[in-house]
């Protein structure tokens, strides 16, 4: 499993079922407990990182730290986060990251193959008006 | 013709539920049969063996094939 080393995989021990712990059926991707507040939702987590990546003056670095960070994730990003992450790109003048970005979520979607198209579709209008070619356009993958 | 949105959280943590407790019962299954079908019957073959075994007899068809140093085949 290539994402085992970096993805934090939280199981939500709901249930005990036959005196041995069973896993919820809902999956809680990312959070932790560790400082036992209230569980962030799915579109707080999103939120969280448009604002990350939406900074004006975010730099090269914490592009690079913040997709390093989103990647190890159990999840593949929101195409609004995506989109965020692209345009830090287009302000840093970094072609290469944004198609690194589009290579690494095609990636990380591993064997289900539904994903990428559907991130590629919702991001079309996005990578249209930066000026992004897909790495499957220019031949690279 | 637009797409629908797939799932994209928690593929790793449902992969994992899924395939570990197999794994761990597909382990404990390997370890059972290699148990019971090499180390028992190996145990029980030796203690058959052992368990008509007469030492004095297989020494002295030990003695007279005249492969001791220390005692001679008799008659000799």
Redesign the interface.
Known sequence: ?R??GG?V???NWRHTVYGYVQ?C?T???QRCYSHGGKLES?EEFDARWVTYFNKADIDAWELRKGMNTLIGY?????PKILEAALRACRRLDDLASAMRILEAVKDKS?P?K??Y??LI?ELRPTLDELGISTPEELGMD | M????????????????FHLPIAFALSVVAAAAFKYGVTEPRKQAYADFYKQYDATKEFNNMREAGIFESVRPTGK
Not at chain 1, 74 to 78: K, N, S
Not at chain 2, 4 to 13: D, H, N, Q, S, W
């Open positions: 499993m994402n085992w993805s995989v939280h199981f896993s059926y999956p809680l991707a799915d159990d999840l593949v990003p929101e591993g289900h539904k994903i198209p559907y579709q | 637009s797409l629908a949105k797939p799932a994209m959280r928690g593929l790793l943590g449902k992969r994992l539920r």
